[in-house]
């Protein structure tokens, strides 16, 4: 079984603190509740269940997209800061993902290009017909 890295369980349980705000003040409901204030408890419960859900979510996987992959490269853009031009991503997943610089510059390109949604179709067809490797000889 794939074990979710340290970086990702904390980052998961950030997330979930920064969720619940400022959940610790001295709740009144005569007081607080006409100010639109939420209960502690019900503010707190939501983060836990959106972090839960978020954390079900990195456990999907497949045979042939696994977590461990999807972590890696989740990992790896949030490494590099979301406005992460195209040279410094293609140098990452070369020096992190191993990758050649034809085979960054390519699969950066599928990504950017067409995105989850055709790149998932084109995934589940390549898995049906059996196609390991491309005729692109990467």
Known sequence: MDTLPD???????????????DIFWDYDEQRDAPLDYIEPH??????????????AETLEGSAIYTVSLRLEYRELIQRLGADADDGRIESSLVMDAAWTPVGACTVLRLAKDYGTSILRNALALAEAMAIEDGEAGF
Do not use: D, P, Q, Y
């Open 7 to 21: 970086t990702h369980i904390t980052g998961l349980a950030e997330s979930c603190v920064a969720r619940m705000g």
């Open 42 to 55: 019900v503010v707190a419960t939501k983060a836990v269940v959106a972090t839960l859900h978020e954390f």
